[in-house]
T-cell receptor, first 113, second 115 residues
Framework: AQSVTQLGSHVSVSEGALVLLRCNYSSSVPPYLFWYVQYPNQGLQLLLKYTSAATLVKGINGFEAEFKKSETSFHLTKPSAHMSDAAEYFCAVSRPTGNQFYFGTGTSLTVIP | DTGVSQDPRHKITKRGQNVTFRCDPISEHNRLYWYRQTLGQGPEFLTYFQNEAQLEKSRLLSDRFSAERPKGSFSTLEIQRTEQGDSAMYLC?????????????FGPGTRLLVL
């Protein structure tokens, strides 16, 4: 079975500080992994995805994530937080032979001026 | 691409009433998904279509829920005899091709409140 765990339902960082949002997955086979962002009253927007190519994936808005099989992790990072990064972030996993996305419970990012 | 659209954006109804939501996917996207998102949770899969065929349904989709995609374009999700526990955001997503590595493009959602 696939599942995703996002550690920390709320993360606060100062503007200009490093953003680190954690995602760990469990999967019986190497999965595909996604990070989505959700702004208030909006749908989800893809930030980046890992599909078994390069383990370091670069996404939009300066975000990147690294797939670490040994740690079953896919943490999202951004070197310098901007006020506009404040949003809800969701990690999701899908199985190569499956059809569903399994989402984590989300991490709410607050950026402090 | 105009993106995935959903209608209505908000719906307030009384318990026991029926409601229907519409989703218009990105043009020529073959796959269409429905998710439910409750406060503080991530989206939960409900069902998906490949063209007009409904290929998979979650056990979350009780008998009161029905989804259709009659011509392989737009889709509707109907909830009969609504209950307060149905209050949630209902999200629709579409993707262009087969394959679980394909990005799903989400609509803005329909927020349902059952009184």
């Amino acid at each position: 079975a696939q599942s995703v765990t996002q550690l920390g339902s709320h993360v606060s960082v100062s503007e200009g500080a490093l953003v680190l949002l954690r995602c760990n997955y469990s999967s019986s086979v190497p999965p595909y992994l996604f990070w989505y962002v959700q702004y208030p009253n909006q749908g989800l927007q893809l930030l980046l995805k890992y599909t078994s190519a390069a383990t370091l994936v670069k996404g939009i808005n300066g975000f990147e994530a690294e797939f670490k099989k040994s740690e079953t992790s896919f943490h999202l990072t951004k070197p310098s937080a901007h006020m506009s990064d404040a949003a809800e972030y969701f990690c999701a996993v899908s199985r190569p032979t499956g059809n569903q996305f399994y989402f984590g419970t989300g991490t709410s990012l607050t950026v402090i001026p | 691409d105009t993106g995935v659209s959903q209608d209505p954006r908000h719906k307030i109804t009384k318990r026991g009433q029926n409601v229907t939501f519409r989703c218009d996917p990105i043009s020529e996207h073959n796959r269409l998904y429905w998710y439910r998102q409750t406060l503080g949770q991530g989206p939960e899969f409900l069902t998906y279509f490949q063209n007009e065929a409904q290929l998979e349904k979650s056990r979350l989709l009780s008998d009161r829920f029905s989804a259709e995609r009659p011509k392989g374009s737009f889709s509707t999700l109907e909830i009969q005899r609504t209950e307060q526990g149905d209050s949630a955001m209902y999200l629709c997503a579409s993707s262009p091709r087969l394959g679980s590595q394909e990005t799903q493009y989400f609509g803005p959602g329909t927020r349902l409140l059952v009184l």
